[in-house]
């Protein structure tokens, strides 16, 4: 679903993000609204953040008729749909799972009926079988070994699915592993940056881990891209590239000046964890025509100046 905007008498297409507060569905708004959107954001709760050209509904999309009400309230044309629970550490095994795969079919079938055209659903890696390592939307197994990747994954079949009934444009944005500004304290990136803005021991696992790891602004740029184009079923919105985790908390402590403060090895490796997952982006670019931008040095440079100026903010929420 293309925009119009900026010409009298031209109607801008609205598009509805839910997650709209959260890591990935923040970064989304500024490209949409750029690229000539009405957006309308949901949030959940507490204050929502400012972004210029965006409109804001508070919505607990998890109580049931919230997702109707919400959708005949906005009647938007385009539906990015990232609304998820992910705190670290719980979201792998939280019952939440289901709780928005059932919120998250609502919301599709309500669009559909209230005259939507385009939809974007969030995914994950954890869609697939790791034990192959490599991931490619075509060959790769998907056989999650986790509650959350189960319902992601179950979600994915039916969404898509359902829109191939339903005459509905719908794509499903597979996304791997992400880092930048305002991401949850707890994980990996943010997690370093804040030990050493204390000047405090950054501890680490072996790190020889490989993964595939992109900036979150790339991430919701490719979720945007995919969204603006005809592209329908499964993309992997990745950066392709593999890096272990070793050289991203080394290559932290290096940009922070403080490289005698990271600890590898200090942390034990959890027993069943993957070697390698990297994703295949061929189909995406060749069918979206988008590619991750920003290098991780430059990433990383750009998330601890983020933390550098925001740490205390954040460390008193």
């Known amino acids: 679903m293309t925009a119009a905007g900026g010409e009298s008498g031209v109607v801008r297409r609205k598009v509805l993000v839910t997650g709209a507060s959260g890591f990935i569905g923040f970064h989304c708004l500024a490209p949409l609204v750029r690229l000539g959107y009405d957006v309308v954001a949901t949030y959940n709760r507490g204050a929502h953040p400012d972004v210029e050209g965006v409109s804001w509904v508070q919505a607990d999309l998890l109580t049931p008729g919230a997702p109707a009400q919400v ?3 906005v009647k938007p044309q385009g539906l990015v749909h990232l609304a998820w629970f992910v705190e670290p550490g719980k979201m792998i095994t939280s019952e939440d799972n ?5 919120a998250s079919y609502e919301l599709l079938r309500e669009f559909h009926v209230g005259g939507g055209e385009r939809c974007v659903f969030g995914g994950s890696c954890y869609e697939y079988d790791w034990r192959y390592g490599y991931c490619s939307e075509t060959i790769t197994p998907r056989t999650p070994d986790t509650l959350y990747g189960a319902a992601k994954n179950g979600l ?3 969404m898509l699915a359902y829109c191939a009934a339903a005459g509905l444009s719908g794509a499903w944005a597979r996304m791997f ?6 991401e949850g304290q707890k994980r990996l990136v943010p997690s370093v940056i804040t030990s050493l803005l204390r000047s405090q021991p950054a501890l680490s696992s072996h790190g020889m881990q490989i993964r595939d ?6 991430a919701a740029d490719g979720i945007v891209a995919l969204f603006a184009s005809p592209a329908r079923g499964a993309y992997n919105i990745a950066s392709g590239q593999a890096i272990t985790i070793r050289s991203i908390v080394e ?13 590898i090895g ?3 490796a959890r027993a ?14 060749a069918e979206v025509g988008w590619q991750a931008q920003i290098p991780l040095q430059r990433g990383l440079r750009e998330t601890i100046a983020w933390w550098q100026a925001n740490f205390v903010v954040e460390q008193n929420r």
């Open 156 to 158: 994915a079949d039916t």
């Open 71 to 73: 959708l005949k309230s």
């Open 177 to 182: 592993f992400l880092y930048g500004p305002r």
């Open 251 to 263: 290559g932290i402590g290096e940009a922070m000046g403080k490289p005698e403060l990271i600890r």
């Open 272 to 285: 069943n964890d993957t070697a390698l997952v990297v994703a295949d982006t061929a189909k995406t670019t």
């Open 98 to 102: 289901l709780r928005w795969v059932s």
């Open 266 to 268: 200090a942390l034990p």
């Open 213 to 218: 790891y992109m900036h979150v602004q790339d």
